[in-house]
């Protein structure tokens, strides 16, 4: 029976109460008017009629309020399964099935219903398993990278982790997958020091000296040896359903530079040995130059002297150049010693000015001091490392400024905690595009004529920022260049 027929059916029912209660009064009605009141028949008759009324009134009162009760559930039950059955659904529970009993419609909708459900439920079990088969391929593969991977969600949790990772960590998988990476980090030195690297990552991200400081390599004590790794931290980046992309977590790759390392050191001992031999014959060859050039030895023809100049010029930037590659070993060995004391800007600039005039009055350059009159904070630096940057900044200037020409070195400072000098030339000026790299090793800039090594610069660079300073470059074409060194007061 459906909802239809049970709603004509009550109210049938409730409808023919109605009707007989009403005949009942009217038959009781007509007995009543054709009895004498003083009849004893009258008094049988008043209390039968009020009495069926009452049986008739009560009933149909009953049945009201029971239809009333029962009738509202009987037509909003199958409505409720239905949406109880859907909610389910919803929320993935495709085990859940309607039993809708009474009419025809009604099962015709469970049954429906239940189909859908089953296919659905066929449909979640085949895609789940295809993830999970792709899930195990990826695993696989990862797995066979002889590279350490370590994937870490957006809450810490170690969600995958490969083979080599865990050698190197040495944790066993069962113990860490899906556990918190700082609960397990707060056992495992390595980890823990992968974690404080990643977060130090998102701080220092756009910051270049510290982006320099952080491709430092990893050292790590194995299986009775030393090992060096690259660490990297790629953000794992998903776009949700409303199309916005947001970092769902971070894989950290770490590859093995073990290799690359001992050649790196074998390299830097090899210029440190080289250089170091060097410097010996070339010393003995400049004090020859410097002998055969003095008068009292015997004079020389202007060819002869032309010779002589020339073997001094380049005897100077030989030696020059392995000055050089001797501060470059010191850095990358790791030896590069500062020994600080308390000394004045200006000193440190007159330095620099002397150690520079001679070149600067071959080429017709003045140098121009800028000064401020107001006091100076002092500083309290390796004199001699931060002498030779400025020293090689002034002559770089002098070369690259026409003759005839104007330098400017100087010292300021707008923050009572920094102090900044500069080195300024009108010259040609440097691309925005080698700005960056100017400051590598061996790099020069294209179209240069002017013979270097390419190592001045970021040697320069190093020895600034082992002060915890900075060197940076303001450079337009045809506008010149300004170097400034900061140091910390």
């Known amino acids: 029976m459906n909802i239809k027929e049970k709603l004509t059916l009550s109210v049938g029912v409730l409808v023919s109460l109605i ?22 028949m009258a008094d049988y008759g008043l209390t039968r009629a009020l009495t069926l009324l009452l049986v008739f009134g009560a009933l ?24 109880k059955g859907i909610n389910e659904i919803a929320n993935h529970n495709y085990d859940t099935e309607l039993n809708l009993i009474g009419s025809r419609e009604m099962e015709q909708l469970s049954s429906n219903f239940n189909r859908m459900a089953h296919r659905l439920r066929d449909y979640h079990n085949s895609s789940l398993s295809k993830l999970r088969v792709s899930k195990q391929y990826i695993e696989t593969i990862i797995d066979s990278i002889d590279e350490p991977i370590i994937c870490i969600d957006r809450n810490l949790t170690l969600y995958f982790i490969n083979n080599e990772a865990l050698d190197i960590l040495n944790l066993k998988r069962e113990e860490v997958i899906g556990k918190s990476a700082q609960e397990t980090a707060l056992r495992n030195d390595l980890l823990r020091r992968l974690l404080v690297g990643m977060e130090g990552d998102k701080e220092q991200e756009g910051d270049e000296k510290k982006s320099e400081d952080k491709n430092q390599p990893l050292k790590i004590y194995a299986d009775n040896k030393e090992s060096y790794f690259q660490v990297k931290y790629l953000p794992v980046k998903m776009t949700d359903s409303a199309g916005d992309v947001k970092e769902s977590g971070t894989v950290i790759m770490l590859k093995n530079i073990t290799e690359f390392h001992k050649l790196d050191v074998a390299k830097t001992t090899f210029i440190s040995t080289i250089s170091h031999e060097l410097k010996t014959p ?37 030696l020059s150049i392995t000055g050089e590659l001797l501060n470059m070993t010191q850095v990358e060995s790791g030896a590069l010693q500062l020994k600080p004391h308390i000394t004045r800007p200006i000193e440190l600039i007159d330095y620099a000015i002397k150690a ?15 000064y401020p009159k ?11 490392k931060i002498a030779w940057v400025l020293t090689n900044l002034l002559s770089n200037a002098i070369r690259y400024s026409p003759e005839n020409g104007r330098v400017i070195i100087g010292a300021e400072q707008h923050d009572k905690h920094y102090v900044t000098m500069f080195v300024r030339d009108f010259g040609r000026g440097i691309d925005p595009r080698y700005h960056d790299s100017i400051f590598e090793r061996y790099f020069r800039v294209p179209g240069t004529k002017i013979q ?38």
């Open 282 to 318: 070339i010393s003995a060859i400049l004090m020859s130059q410097q002998l055969l050039a003095d008068n009292r030895v015997g004079g020389l023809n202007t060819e002869q002297k032309e010779l002589s100049d020339s073997i001094r010029e380049n005897g100077e930037r030989l």
């Open 374 to 384: 107001e006091k100076i904070s002092k500083l309290y630096v390796d004199s001699e």
């Open 356 to 370: 520079n005039q001679v070149q600067a009055d071959k080429f017709h350059i003045n140098i121009e001091v800028e």
């Open 19 to 40: 009707v007989a209660l009403v005949a009942l009064s009217v038959f009781s009605l007509q007995i009543l008017t054709a009895t004498e009141p003083t009849s004893p």
């Open 452 to 489: 270097g090594s390419g190592l001045g610069l970021s040697i320069s660079r190093d020895f600034v920022e082992a002060h915890n300073g900075t060197l940076t470059v303001e450079s337009e074409l045809g506008k010149g260049s300004k170097f400034v060194v900061t140091l910390p007061v």
């Open 60 to 83: 149909s009162i009953a049945i009201g309020v029971w239809m009333l009760v029962k009738l509202p559930k009987t037509v909003t039950r199958p409505f409720q399964e239905l949406t």
